[in-house]
């Protein structure tokens, strides 16, 4: 009987850290400027950090400014590493006005596993 306890026991500990294992994507942790923020003077660059290693190469980031119902690209430069493998960094060609922005990204994780997502800043 305490073989059968021991695995059940097992199994009940794999079933929980599996879910774990399944959200190690690399999924937005934080973003300079942060999302909902309000900022001034206008950022230079966006820094967005991710919670695993981010292929730089394969990733985009795309930076729209909304205009009501309408929405205009922002020229950005090319997404490169930050500090660390999990950070990316997309220098800004130029300054940006005061208005609503939206930062749209779509990386490709050191695991493989691609993931995307958006944000949205206001500056002053």
């Avoid at 850290?17 to 909902?36: I, N, V």
């Avoid at 729209?64 to 500090?83: C, E, F, P, Y």
């Avoid at 800004?92 to 995307?116: C, F, I, N, S």
């Amino acid at each position: 009987m305490p073989a059968v306890l021991s695995r059940a026991r097992s199994l009940a500990l794999a079933c929980l850290l599996l879910p774990g294992l399944a959200l190690a994507h690399g999924h937005l942790k934080s973003a300079e400027p942060a999302p909902d923020s309000t900022v001034s003077p206008a950022p230079k660059q966006l820094s967005l950090s991710f919670s695993e290693g981010i292929e730089a190469s394969l990733s985009q980031v795309q930076l729209q400014r909304l205009d009501g119902q309408a929405s205009t690209a922002i020229t950005t430069g090319k997404v490169i590493s930050g500090t660390d493998a999990r950070t990316l960094e997309v220098p800004l060609e130029a300054p940006l006005p005061a208005g609503r922005y939206q930062v749209k990204w779509r990386v490709l994780a050191k695991d493989g596993h691609k993931t995307q997502g958006d944000y949205r800043f206001t500056v002053q």
